[in-house]
């Protein structure tokens, strides 16, 4: 069971030597943080080593955490940081990632057509396939604004930009998943019929 | 100019001022476009705050925690070997090669135009010899044994740790 305290109170007590703290700290955390890699890696696999990346590098400077802002925000940050480093290093071995179509997450693309699992998928099946096809900045704001409890301040704080900047890039990163969406659906409609 | 659809996204987020909040609403009241687009966005909206969050594997939390354990285990040794050691000898080398350069320098005579340097007496190959005494080149070696002992430890360390990984 996880723990009750707040996340300034777990960091309190991790720095005072109690690791079973910052264990809890992590269980709060990790659903968002692997989410958030995922936008990035794609892969289970890169994504899961990207998030525990970001956990141990956080414990390593959580002396260094200044409680100026939220303790997820200072997480995120590293993990957007880390993400990049990942992205960058990938690179320099795949094709360039400017192509939006090398971000298809070919995963959750259906093998083949199946008439049962199509009926079964749900609208969250859909609206996941669609953000796998935005670009990692785009997956991420939107991410990070409807799931990680972020204002446009603290995105702005995470990605390193002004928060205006962050509203133009949410409002484009909306527009192109509404897209995807609607493409997504009808070429699953076009199919059935 | 704002597009309807940025108007309306502002207005369902609540980043806008009170007075555009309100004039979008008579908008949305009154215009049967803005009203169709604002129950559309208002539709999106929702089925984004619903968005699934992935799951890791059940050994997350284990693994990011042994990793954590297995770097605790080795800072007794991070801390035995600190920075300001590596500062001193750093300091000690760059002293003692800048007074080197700037002894030979002053030695030079710059007025004339043989620019040989000549050696000083204390530099004479016989006065060098009596410094390496036998006590000397015994702590000169034990400090290398201690050296290389540590670069050992270091390099298996990493090794056992990249092993576990």
């Given at each position: 069971?996880?723990?009750k305290l707040?996340?300034?109170?777990?960091?309190?007590?991790?720095?005072?030597?109690?690791?079973?703290?910052?264990?809890?700290?992590?269980?709060?955390?990790?659903?968002?943080?692997?989410?958030?890699?995922?936008?990035?890696?794609?892969?289970?696999?890169?994504?899961?080593?990207i998030?525990?990346?970001?956990?141990?590098?956080?414990?390593?400077?959580?002396?260094?955490?200044?409680?100026?802002?939220?303790?997820?925000?200072?997480l995120?940050?590293?993990?957007?940081t880390?993400?990049?480093?990942?992205?960058r290093?990938?690179?320099?071995?795949?094709?360039?990632?400017?192509?939006?179509d090398?971000?298809?997450?070919?995963?959750n693309?259906?093998?083949?057509?199946?008439?049962?699992?199509?009926?079964?998928?749900?609208?969250?099946?859909?609206?996941?396939?669609?953000?796998?096809?935005?670009?990692?900045?785009?997956?991420?704001?939107?991410?990070?604004?409807?799931?990680?409890?972020?204002?446009?301040?603290?995105?702005?704080?995470?990605?390193?930009?002004?928060?205006?900047?962050?509203?133009?890039k949410?409002?484009?990163a909306?527009?192109?998943l509404?897209?995807?969406?609607?493409?997504?659906l009808k070429?699953?409609?076009?199919?059935?019929? | 100019?704002?597009?309807?659809?940025?108007?309306?996204?502002?207005?369902?987020?609540?980043?806008?001022?009170?007075?555009?909040?309100?004039?979008?609403?008579?908008?949305?009241?009154?215009d049967?476009?803005?009203m169709?687009?604002?129950?559309?966005?208002?539709?999106?909206?929702?089925?984004?705050?619903s968005?699934e969050?992935?799951e890791?594997?059940?050994?997350?939390t284990?693994?990011?925690m042994?990793?954590?354990?297995?770097?605790?285990?080795?800072q007794?040794?991070?801390?035995?070997i600190?920075?300001?050691?590596?500062?001193?000898?750093?300091i000690?080398f760059?002293?003692?090669?800048?007074?080197?350069?700037?002894?030979?320098l002053?030695?030079?005579?710059?007025?004339t135009?043989?620019t040989?340097?000549?050696?000083?007496?204390?530099?004479n190959i016989?006065?060098?010899?009596?410094?390496?005494?036998?006590?000397v080149?015994?702590?000169?070696?034990?400090?290398?044994?201690?050296?290389?002992?540590?670069?050992?430890?270091?390099?298996l360390r990493?090794k056992?740790?990249l092993k576990?990984?």
């Amino acid at each position: 069971m996880q723990s009750k305290l707040s996340d300034i109170e777990l960091i309190e007590q991790t720095l005072g030597g109690n690791q079973s703290a910052y264990a809890d700290l992590i269980k709060r955390h990790q659903r968002f943080v692997f989410t958030l890699a995922m936008r990035f890696a794609k892969g289970r696999e890169d994504a899961e080593e990207i998030a525990q990346d970001c956990f141990i590098k956080a414990y390593r400077s959580l002396a260094s955490f200044q409680r100026q802002s939220k303790f997820s925000t200072w997480l995120y940050s590293i993990v957007y940081t880390t993400a990049m480093t990942f992205l960058r290093k990938k690179r320099v071995d795949t094709s360039s990632i400017d192509d939006e179509d090398t971000f298809i997450q070919i995963e959750n693309k259906p093998s083949s057509y199946d008439e049962n699992n199509v009926e079964n998928k749900s609208r969250s099946y859909y609206l996941n396939q669609a953000i796998g096809q935005l670009l990692p900045d785009d997956a991420t704001i939107i991410t990070m604004f409807y799931k990680g409890e972020q204002s446009l301040e603290e995105i702005a704080q995470v990605l390193g930009i002004e928060a205006n900047t962050v509203k133009v890039k949410l409002f484009r990163a909306r527009q192109r998943l509404k897209e995807k969406l609607e493409r997504n659906l009808k070429h699953e409609v076009k199919e059935l019929i | 100019m704002n597009s309807i659809e940025e108007k309306l996204w502002n207005y369902i987020d609540g980043s806008c001022t009170a007075e555009e909040q309100q004039a979008i609403a008579i908008l949305i009241a009154k215009d049967e476009v803005y009203m169709r687009k604002y129950h559309e966005l208002l539709k999106l909206n929702e089925e984004f705050t619903s968005m699934e969050l992935d799951e890791p594997s059940m050994a997350f939390t284990y693994n990011v925690m042994e990793t954590i354990r297995t770097q605790h285990a080795q800072q007794p040794l991070k801390a035995a070997i600190n920075k300001h050691i590596i500062l001193g000898i750093t300091i000690f080398f760059i002293v003692t090669i800048t007074s080197l350069v700037m002894f030979v320098l002053s030695s030079v005579n710059w007025h004339t135009a043989d620019t040989s340097i000549t050696i000083p007496d204390q530099l004479n190959i016989n006065h060098v010899t009596n410094f390496f005494t036998g006590p000397v080149i015994k702590g000169f070696l034990f400090f290398d044994v201690v050296m290389g002992l540590f670069l050992l430890d270091t390099y298996l360390r990493r090794k056992s740790v990249l092993k576990h990984e």
